[in-house]
């Protein structure tokens, strides 16, 4: 069993390093590196520990207002400030060209196409303000069609389906409302419970 002489662990092939296996110099890759660190600093190349102050509005860093990928690059920015940087980068037109090669890049993995997908759904999507009051009950088999952008007459599927037409735009509307009162007056009369089973509501 060899032990290291500096904190007494079993040296094996995991903590020894081959070059001090070689000359049988009895020290772990822990202290080892630690007494570098240190002759290295005397010395003055490493540099010292650096001072946790943001170099533009000297305010001190830390969690809150410090991102984890500045801490690894050791880029002594906070937060507000660097979206200040990016934001007067990204006005310039070489910000604009790599912001334009990122996307590119983006829109190709499988998140980016989600998203696309996504944002696709909602820019076609039409923005319905259109209202709910209905003037008869639903029966089986029927449709609501509106009147106008408020109104509502439930109507058989096929009725509605026969004529095609537009409450934005108008088309057709006057043909198939035309279907609509004259259904909903020989509804109230009664003439057609039997035809389409309208007392049987849903």
Same mark, same amino acid.
């Given at each position: 069993m060899i032990n290291c002489i500096r904190c007494n +662990?079993? /040296?094996?092939?995991?903590?020894?390093?081959?070059?001090? @296996? +070689?000359?049988?110099n009895r020290v772990c890759r822990d202290c080892y590196k630690k007494e570098d660190e240190q002759k290295r600093r005397k010395i003055g190349i490493l540099p010292r520990k650096r001072k /946790?102050?943001?170099? @533009?509005?000297?305010?001190? /860093?830390?969690?809150?207002?410090?991102w984890e990928s500045n801490q690894k690059n050791w880029n002594n920015i906070c937060i507000e400030c660097h979206k200040k940087e990016i934001s007067d980068y990204q006005r310039t037109q070489s910000g604009k060209n790599n912001h334009l090669k990122a996307c590119r890049k983006y829109n190709k993995t499988l998140n980016g196409k989600i998203s696309?997908?996504?944002?696709?759904?909602?820019?076609?999507?039409?923005?319905?303000?259109?209202?709910?009051?209905f003037l008869n009950n639903p029966f089986n088999c029927s449709e609501g069609h509106h009147i106008d952008f408020e109104n509502i007459i439930h109507i058989p599927k096929e009725w509605n389906h026969i004529i095609p037409h537009n409450v934005y735009t108008g088309y057709n509307?006057?043909?198939?409302?035309?279907?609509?009162?004259?259904?909903?007056?020989?509804?109230? @009369?009664?003439?057609l419970d039997n035809m389409f089973n309208i007392n049987k509501v849903i």
């Open positions: +662990k079993e /040296l094996t092939l995991k903590n020894w390093r081959p070059r001090d @296996i +070689k000359k049988h /946790l102050i943001c170099r @533009i509005c000297k305010i001190k /860093l830390g969690d809150d207002n410090w696309i997908s996504k944002q696709n759904k909602k820019t076609s999507s039409k923005r319905r303000k259109l209202g709910s009051c509307m006057e043909i198939v409302n035309t279907y609509a009162y004259f259904f909903l007056m020989m509804q109230n @009369i009664g003439e």
